[in-house]
């Protein structure tokens, strides 16, 4: 499948272009499009991070205890909220108190994804998610930080002696089964993500150009027809929807699923 | 009876499906696709089967908020958690159909 360049991978290209060329020829990395070495998720993980990061050095000052704003409160609502889905909420839940020191790594990730997921969302940009790199990244990062973090919390024996399962006399079953399962984590997590936004995106799309068919059929002079024009709109309304629930579901779940994979690692034995 | 409707079901598929046995590989041109036919077969039964699985999880989530409705957060998390989980199971299919789909 060709690439699909847009605005933002032109004027990414025309500003780093030439640098990252000549990275690329250091390495004996062939870019897919010599005009655009930087391919267009590449791009939009740059302007997503830039983004990010502009947004909350504007915020930062203007955190207060005494009266906070609207943008304090909604980022806020991302940590701790009444419904108990904040990412220190699902922390704590899983991990107790020691949970905290596992928050920056998983509220990044988690904010990361949501907001690329969410940038499909403006008519002309690409989610970075929707290119199988973006999620295979984060979950390479995933997977490394938590078994690391079961490495240093029990030490590598001790970390080992997870994989061998409750009795000692299932060991030989379990070890095989549970690095494999270990592995498949990488996999599903990779896959789960990228197909779900590869997926909506093209719904949202497709259904996106519904809309079009208003303009053209409206004014026809069989009235089926305008009747029937105007239910196009219907049915995008309700892909937008849906692409917004599975952009936020998807980040939500690629929240909790570290958190769950932490807890397994780093929980002590019953 | 219900088991041998699914025995004459078993025994249909596997009469439909024993020429690709005997078949060699497809020449790449002007062969039958083969990989279009087993593309839409599988993405239909993955979607069913995840249909079903999911039907399943939401009959037992309406269940338990029915019997239970102080429960009923701790209910929809886990219900939304699983059905996302059971989605996903069919989105695998879609992914290496999307692979091997050129």
Redesign the interface.
């Known amino acids: 499948m060709p690439e699909h360049i847009i605005w933002v991978t032109v004027w990414m290209n025309r500003l780093l272009g030439k640098p990252a060329a000549a990275l690329l020829a250091a390495l004996h990395i062939q870019p897919s499009n010599t005009r655009y070495p930087i391919p267009t998720y590449v791009c939009m993980e740059i302007l997503v991070f830039v983004s990010c990061i502009v947004f909350f050095l504007w915020l930062r000052p203007r955190i207060s205890v005494e009266k906070p704003g609207i943008a304090q409160q909604c980022m806020e609502g991302l940590l701790e909220n009444s419904m108990d889905v904040g990412a220190r909420d699902l922390l704590t839940e899983s991990l107790g108190h020691q949970g905290d020191r596992y928050l920056p790594m998983v509220g990044s990730i988690g904010m990361f994804i949501l907001v690329c997921n969410l940038s499909s969302l403006i008519p002309s940009l690409d989610a970075p998610t929707a290119a199988i790199s973006v999620p295979l990244g984060c979950a390479i990062v995933v997977f490394v930080y938590y078994n690391w973090s079961g490495v240093r919390r029990h030490g590598p024996l001790g970390y080992g002696k997870h994989f061998l399962g409750p009795v000692w006399w299932l060991s030989w079953l379990m070890l095989p089964i549970e690095l494999l399962s270990n592995a498949a984590r990488l996999l599903s997590l990779t896959v789960r993500l990228w197909v779900n936004m590869l997926v909506s995106d093209l719904l949202y799309i497709l259904f996106l150009g519904m809309f079009i068919g208003v303009f053209q059929f409206l004014g026809h002079k069989s009235p089926v027809v305008g009747y029937l024009s105007g239910m196009g709109p219907l049915f995008t309304i309700i892909f937008i929807v849906l692409h917004i629930f599975v952009a936020i579901l998807q980040a939500f779940v690629f929240t909790i699923l570290p958190i769950i994979y932490l807890s397994g690692a780093v929980g002590e034995e019953h | 009876m219900k088991k041998f409707a699914v025995l004459l079901l078993v025994l249909i598929v596997l009469i439909i499906l024993t020429p690709v046995a005997f078949a060699a590989d497809a020449p790449a041109a002007g062969g039958t696709n083969w990989i279009a036919i087993s593309a839409g077969f599988s993405m239909a039964i993955a979607s069913g089967a995840c249909g079903y699985a999911q039907a399943v999880a939401t009959a037992a989530a309406c269940e338990g908020m029915a019997r239970n409705p102080g429960a009923t957060?701790a209910v929809r998390?886990a219900l939304?958690?699983g059905l996302?989980?059971i989605?996903?199971m069919a989105?695998?299919t879609?992914?290496i159909i999307?692979l091997k789909v050129s």
């Open positions: 957060a998390f939304i958690l996302v989980l989605e996903s989105l695998y879609f992914a999307f």
